[in-house]
């Protein structure tokens, strides 16, 4: 009896010392916004195609190969293993709850939202590397999926809808029963006390909660921590193929990047020297299940992250570091408590069976043989669309995302004559809605509002029709 008042005493006080901690972490509903509305249908597609790796050119890699269940929707590397041929400078961060997330997805919040982040990942060299029109046709050959497209849409497989079917998925990972949560509905008893003075020293003495704050316990924002080089970095040639070409996608100065032997964060997307080394701060629920932790997974342990702030982090390398870096002063117990709190911002683990996926199996074509052109040109036009499949777009898919900035040519686009006092500009070769918005305003997510001005003319935003002429909102 006595141990079980001093507990709640020690939870009370607790609970009293961080209740603006309570507050601000508390789980809101899911913003409407995120993605498609829900559709259970929806969902159980997307489940298929997310862990079907016929959505990669060679067949190799799903989303799951980077985003796996077991591993907290990481892939549990220190740097991701990306597409066959690559390695990935950086730690593939988890999907659960990422719905909620506001202010750009990935370590440089370079991807707007699931909706931007699924076809740029599918169109990336080092992520999945697969075209558009061939994504779709391998969807067209596999009768199942083929039928859940036409029961939900009432047509043929297009990329969007393969988007909007994963996308579904991924918003569908949701995390919100921890015992914090509990905690903090009012469950003293299903939270330790060990946890309840890590608490306290989350909103207090450690200042954790400077950054770690909000719903997801992460501000959204960039910081530079001074997290220390994991040396795969420079040791791995795959790593330094891959994250060189993705520089020159940025729009980074090759002087730059080659004298680089740390990942500039940030830098890459703004090209701001004080962004050098800033990533978004990462959120801490489910934190439990998606070890390594940091940008590039130097750290195994909760223990070796707290250890290394309470050392007040490293180096400065690039002069950037945030002035909330300091040593802590933390005793043995307090890292320990805090270890604690952090392992109670995660719920239940998300378990997921592998789905037995569909095969391909031809779709028939009626083929007049004897006919002429004209007559087979009618025949197919009067064709069933089980009978004959779909023309593909003449268009290639952008080997990035709208988030990716990728400058294939010297100076600035041409500007179309404006019409009625607009600015217009005209889509050139590599152009994406990325590289265009970091041209026009300096800001990549300004790619939202160049969409919005000129959604009848655009189809798919990943893949711009060369020549199009875009209207540029006013700054």
């Not at 890699?61 to 796996?68: F, L, N, Q």
């Not at 905690?183 to 939270?191: K, L």
């Not at 921590?225 to 060189?244: C, G």
Request: one cysteine or more; glycine letters at 8%.
């Amino acid at each position: 009896m006595l141990t079980r008042i001093l507990t709640l005493v020690a939870l009370t006080a607790a609970s009293s010392a961080a209740a603006e901690a309570d507050r601000i972490m508390k789980l809101p509903p899911l913003p409407v916004s995120a993605t498609p509305e829900k559709d259970e249908a929806m969902v159980e597609l997307g489940r298929l195609l997310f862990f079907d790796p016929r959505l990669s050119g060679d067949s190799s890699t799903s989303c799951a190969s980077c985003h796996a269940p077991e591993y907290g929707y990481g892939d549990g590397a220190e740097l991701s293993r990306g597409y066959p041929g690559t390695k990935h400078w950086r730690n593939a961060q988890t999907l659960v709850n990422s719905a909620y997330l506001t202010n750009g997805l990935h370590w440089d919040g370079s991807v707007g939202s699931l909706l931007h982040q699924v076809p740029g990942a599918m169109g990336t060299a080092f992520a999945a590397n697969i075209d558009v029109t061939m994504a779709e046709e391998r969807m067209k050959q596999i009768p199942e999926y083929r039928n859940r497209f036409l029961e939900i849409w009432g047509e043929d497989p297009t990329i969007e809808q393969i988007t909007q079917a994963i996308a579904a998925y991924e918003h569908s990972l949701v995390s919100a029963d921890s015992p914090f949560d509990r905690f903090a509905a009012g469950d003293v008893f299903g939270f330790s006390p060990e946890a309840a003075r890590g608490q306290v020293i989350f909103a207090g003495k450690g200042n954790c909660v400077s950054c770690h704050n909000g719903a997801l316990a992460t501000d959204e924002d960039f910081h530079n921590t001074s997290v220390p080089r994991n040396p795969e970095f420079l040791e791995d040639p795959l790593v330094q193929v891959t994250f060189r070409s993705a520089m020159r996608g940025f729009g980074v100065a090759k002087e730059v990047y080659e004298g680089l032997d740390r990942d500039p964060g940030l830098y890459a997307v703004t090209q701001n020297d004080e962004d050098m080394g800033k990533f978004r701060t990462p959120p801490l629920r489910y934190l439990t299940f998606t070890a390594p932790y940091m940008h590039n997974g130097i750290f195994y342990t909760l223990d070796e992250v707290v250890n290394f702030y309470d050392a007040g982090g490293t180096e400065d390398v690039f002069g950037t570091k945030s002035a909330m870096i300091e040593p802590l002063g933390l005793t043995d117990q307090e890292k320990s408590d805090l270890v604690a709190f952090l392992e109670s911002l995660s719920g239940t683990e998300i378990v997921e069976t592998y789905p037995d996926l569909p095969d391909y199996e031809t779709v028939e074509v009626a083929v007049k043989t004897s006919a002429g052109a004209g007559d087979f040109a009618a025949n197919a036009s009067t064709a069933t669309p089980a009978a004959v499949a779909e023309t593909p777009a003449e268009s290639s898919f952008s080997s990035t995302s709208a988030g990716l900035v990728i400058d294939m040519s010297s100076g600035t686009a041409p500007t179309a004559e404006p019409s009625s006092g607009r600015r217009e500009v005209i889509v050139q070769v590599g152009d994406n809605l990325g590289i265009i918005a970091q041209r026009e305003y300096g800001d990549v997510l300004r790619y939202q509002d160049i969409y919005e001005a000129n959604k009848d003319l655009i189809s798919d935003p990943s893949n711009l029709a060369v020549g199009t002429v875009l209207v540029i909102p006013e700054l």
